[in-house]
Every structure is written in C-alpha cells, then in structure tokens.
C-alpha cells in the first residue's frame, strides 16, 4: 500500500514564467469563491475553540462567571497566579518535562537505528521484527496490555514515580517511529550505502557520516509524534502513579473542574494554555521541516 | 585497471565484513527498539494472556491463585457488561468513521486546488494545529467547551441565540444520546488536518493533465472526482478505515476524562470496564480483566482481517 508522493509541477509557476501575453484578468469563478469560503469556515472551527481558552485565561473572574466570550476587563494575572496558589503546579509541569524528554530521546535514537538496520544492513530475521511492529499497530495494545504493565512497574518499584512512565511512554509511538524512518531511509538509494561501505565505512560510520544528514526532516516527524503523545499521555500516567506531585500537567487538567481561589476557571485556563503553547511553538518552528519530512516518506502507509 | 582491482578487493573485504559481523551489528542497531518493544508491549500483552487463564485478585494476597482454563472469559460470554460494552464500542466507532475518513477527504481536494502556494500553506498549518495538541488535552479543552457551566457552546445556544433556556439547554456529555455525537465531532476537529495531509499526500500524485483532459472533454467537477480522484485515493482510504476502527474500538481516554465511571452512559464500553475491574471495584479482579481485554482485542481484530479481506479482495 506504499504511495510514493511525486510533488507534482506547480501549474501557476509555470504559467507565470512565460512571459509572452499577459493572461486578461478573468472574473473569479464561482467554485473558488465557494472552496475558499467552506475552507475559511473549517479553519475557523479549528481555531475558535483554542481562541476561546486563550480569552478565557486573560478574563477577569466576573466575566468568567457571566460567561460573556468577550470579556469587559482583562486580568493577565492568572498564569502567575496558578502558578504560585496551585501547590504542585511547577511540579507538574517539571514532571512533564523530564518525562517528555526523556521519551522523546529514547524513541528517537531507537528508530533511528532501528529504521537503519532495517533498510540498509538487511538485518538477518528483520521480517520478524517488522512483523510484530505492524501487528502491535493494529492491536489495542495500550489497552489490553495496561494491566501487566502496571504489574511490571510494580515489581521493578516504580509504580507512582514520575520517570518510571518513561518505559512504557518510550514504546507509545515507538512502532510508528520505527515505520516512519523506515519509510525515509528507503528514499535513500542503496547505491548510496554499497559506495560508502567500499570506501571501508563501517554501518556506525555510514550512518552518522552519509545518512543523517539525509534523515533529518524524517527525524523532526518522529520527535514531534513522539512530543505530542508524551507531552499529552493520560491513560498510563492516571494509572500507574497516585500523589498529585508525581503527576504529569495533563492528569491535573484533566481532573480539574472550576471551582475558587486557584481552581477558578480562568486560572485553569491559564494551566492549559501553557500546557498546549510548547507544542505549538514547536510546530511553528519546525513546520517547514516537519511538512517536508511528512511528504518525503513518513505518510507513507 | 588497478583501481578497479582494489575496488573489488575491499569489497570482498567489506562482503567479508558484512557476513561475519552483520548479524551482531544490525542487532545492536535494532537493540534499543526490540528491549522497550519487548518489553513493554509484547511481554505485557502475553502476560495479560497467561493472567485471563488464572483466577488472580491483585487485593487477594493470601489466596493461592488458580489456572482456570477458559472460566473468565466464559463468565465474560454471560456477562451483560461486556456484551454492551463492545456494542456501546461499535456504536462510537459507526459514528466516528465515516467523519474521520470523509471530511479530511473533501477537505484535502479542496486544499489540493488552491493555486496560491502561500494560500495553500497557510490552510495546511491551520488545519495541522490540532494534531499539535496532545489527545487528552483536547478532551480537556472540548469538556469544557461543551460544559454546561462555563462552555461557550451553551452559552451562544442559551444567552446569545435565546434558543434554549437553562433548563432544557443540551447536556452534551451528560445525555446518554448526545454523548457519543459530541465525542465524534470532537475527534472530527481533532483528526481533520492529520487527514487531510494522507489524502494530500495521495492527490499530489495525480497528475494535474488527467483533470485538464477530463475538463476539455467537458467533464464536470463531480465525475472528475468520481473517476479520476477517488479511484487513486481509495488505498489511502482504505488503510485510514482499517487504523482508525482499531483507534475507535479501543478509544478509552476520552471515555475516562468526560464520562468517567458511569455505568449509566454509553461511554462505559469494554475498555472502561476492564479499567474498572482491574483497578476499582471489589478486589480488583485484574485476571478477569484480563479476559475482557483480550476478548475485546479480539472481537476487534476479527473486524480488521475481515476488512483486509474484504479490501484485498477488491483490487
């Protein structure tokens, strides 16, 4: 089911470049004025939620509580607010971090050797290992394995510690890694691999050397994935640990429901704008490569 | 000529190489991936098997713990929970399917004829900033939205629009028939862009002189879809039903965070249940969890081969 994505040639490029007459100026057609408004109107059902809890964390707390979209007055105080009354908060969020961070890394450097080892060192018995990483990914594996996984960090003691979630976090997305950098490292022709091993580069030296450099939008697809899940992962996190301080930022959102002092909802807000604004500043830093990482191969299913 | 000679002498060596040490080498590669893989994913799941067999109950710490063969999972065949429990779970999947697999569809054909390359970039980004929040936090954020204290959704429909009061407003996550709907449409905004990118990826293919000689021959824009583009999206579609009915079948965060244990809504299916006897109730019967685990692996696996089947047979 591979679908090699070939960018096609730009058609309005083209016709530009053509200098000979100027093309009159036709009136806009009908169905552009229609595509344009239907997407416009997705787009902003995309972004009026998150808009929506951006003013709601900026809210002064009466207008939070008559509810108003736009709020008469403007109270910036509540970020520095939660972050000083909620007890555990900078806890959490430092909870998140190193979690994330650390699974990020984990499943990063194991794709990419992973990815490697199965495109170019025709790795005896890879079939096997590429097997049961697709079957894993159409198994419900997160659900039905939940309860032997809480068993195995019970006896390795590290039940309601916080970077005990690192192990089971660092396979959440580990099989899709392994696929998307698969996919990348097969647009790197093996012709590319044979030279550089006659040249008497050994399959370490060939990877760091000649390969990386080629990978890399491949590689910001898999730390974004693998962000966005540790970033955000409930189910393991709710399961496996108990004290409100070990806890990661999304378990504390997702329990949170209004209330006063500290848990008044504007504050709470505020918990989760700074819980979502890493990723999206991510997103917007690596979007180019991350785009370009997506058609090089990773979309590839 | 000599050049030639070394050539190949080093790649004998290098053939050398490769037959001694690939074994080792490409297996240390693989290392990292296979020691969580294993243990973390497979291990967990067999283990899970092996417990289904047992009468194992985590708070029973004297009792001696027994193979019983097949006894949980013939107590789970008579056991009305289960059996709602996979059809509530079918019932969301039904709903959230055909959204997931078709607007991401038009969408991406839409996108796909804009001709404004900063246009179109500027659709794809806005479209891709769901996937950029982590899946529980958009349940978050959808639980208050659609919350009957603070979410703005009542708040256009009660205060704005006048068209219901605060007695008969809609309880979106409270009313067992509205639930499931409002859980897809949440998905929806959440899967749209990650989609849509699939189907672009799919479009870019096509060649844009197949359209430009279906529109000479005066095609319209409907039989241009139906015989140029959907007949090239259909792996994609087909391989985004098959990975997106094991997600539904199996969706349990979202049950968690906006129905919790409620046995009343639809949102208790075969995963809370599990979740709930292995964590919860009585002394955690975590081996007859076990049992509603794989049974619902299972029941979901046979609907996969069977879509595969059903797939393959077709192209």
């Known amino acids: 089911m591979a679908t090699h994505v070939k960018p096609r040639e730009d058609a309005p490029r083209l ?13 806009v057609p009908w169905s552009a004025i ?33 509810n108003r979209i736009w709020p008469q007055h403007f109270d910036f105080s509540h970020y520095g607010y939660a972050l000083q ?26 794709a990419v050797l992973a990815g490697y080892a199965l495109v170019h060192l025709s790795t005896p018995g890879r079939a096997v290992v590429l097997g049961l990483l697709v079957a894993s990914m159409f198994f419900p594996t997160r659900v039905t394995a939940l309860i032997a996984i809480w068993e195995i960090q019970k006896n390795l003691d590290l039940l309601n510690t ?17 696929f998307i950098m698969r996919g990348i490292f097969e647009t790197i022709p093996r012709e590319l691999a044979d030279a550089a091993r006659i040249d008497g580069a050994n399959a370490w030296t060939m990877l760091w050397r000649v390969m990386l450099p080629l990978v890399r939008n491949g590689i910001v697809v898999v730390i974004i994935v693998n962000f966005v899940t540790a970033w955000g992962e409930y189910l393991l996190a709710t399961t496996l640990t108990n004290d409100q301080e070990v806890r990661t930022l999304p378990v504390v959102l997702a329990s949170a429901s209004g209330g006063m002092g500290a848990w008044a909802w504007p504050r709470i807000a ?32 | 000529m000599a050049r030639v000679a070394t050539r190949s002498q080093r790649a004998t060596a290098a053939d050398a190489w490769s037959l001694a040490g690939r074994l080792v080498t490409s297996w240390a590669f693989l ?41 949980n ?33 038009v969408v991406a054909v839409l996108v796909d004829r804009v001709r404004n390359p900063k246009l179109a970039t500027i659709y794809r980004v806005i479209l891709l900033i769901p996937s950029m929040i982590p899946g529980p936090l958009i349940f978050v954020l959808w639980k208050w939205l659609y919350s009957y204290n603070i979410g703005p959704i009542n708040y256009l429909l009660v205060d704005v629009l006048g068209l219901f009061t605060l007695r008969n407003a809609p309880r979106w996550l409270g009313d067992p028939t509205l639930v499931f709907p409002s859980l897809a449409v949440m998905e929806w905004w959440w899967g749209l862009g990650y989609h849509t990118m699939f189907f672009l990826a799919g479009l870019a293919t096509i060649p844009r002189e197949l359209y430009d000689a279906a529109r000479v021959d005066g095609a319209n824009e409907w039989r241009i879809f139906w015989h140029i583009t959907f007949p090239r999206l259909q792996p994609i579609l087909l391989v985004l039903v098959v990975l997106r009915f094991g997600t539904a079948m199996a969706v349990i965060d979202e049950y968690l965070i906006m129905g919790g244990f409620n046995r009343a809504l639809p949102t208790y299916t075969w995963t809370v249940y599990m979740w709930d006897l292995g964590f919860q109730l009585g002394d955690w019967n975590q081996s007859y969890a076990a049992a509603v685990g794989w049974i619902g692996a299972l029941a979901m696996l046979i609907v996969v081969a069977g879509l595969f089947w059903l797939f393959r047979s077709r192209d």
Do not use: C
């Not at chain 1, 016709?15 to 009136?27: D, F, I, K, L, Q």
């Not at chain 1, 990482?293 to 979309?299: I, P, V």
């Open chain 1, 15 to 27: 016709e530009r470049s053509t200098p000979a007459a100027p093309r009159a100026r036709r009136p």
């Open chain 1, 34 to 66: 229609v595509r344009h408004a239907v997407l416009i109107l997705f787009s902003l059902a995309i972004i009026l939620p998150l808009v929506w809890v951006l003013i709601l964390s900026v809210k002064s707390l009466p207008d939070a509580y008559t």
């Open chain 2, 31 to 71: 290392l990292p991936t296979l020691i969580f893989f294993l243990g973390w994913q497979l291990y967990p799941v067999i283990r899970v098997l092996w417990l289904s067999f047992t009468d194992y109950h985590y708070l029973r710490t004297d009792a001696p713990v027994h193979w019983v063969w097949f006894q």
């Open chain 2, 73 to 105: 999972y013939a107590d789970a065949f008579r056991d009305p929970l289960v059996w709602r429990g996979l059809l509530r779970a079918a019932l969301f999947t039904a709903l959230f399917l055909p959204g997931m697999i078709f607007i991401p569809m």
């Open chain 1, 162 to 178: 916080t970077w005990g979630l690192i192990f089971p976090y660092a396979t959440l997305s580990l099989a899709l890694s392994v």
């Open chain 1, 85 to 110: 009354h909620i007890p555990t908060l900078p806890r959490n969020i430092l909870n998140s971090v190193i979690v994330t961070t650390a699974t990020v890394v984990i499943t990063t450097i194991a």
């Open chain 1, 270 to 301: 505020a918990v989760y704008v700074m819980a979502i604004t890493p990723g999206l500043v991510a997103f917007a830093i690596a979007q180019r490569w991350y785009m370009r990482g997506l058609q090089e191969g990773a979309l590839k299913t």
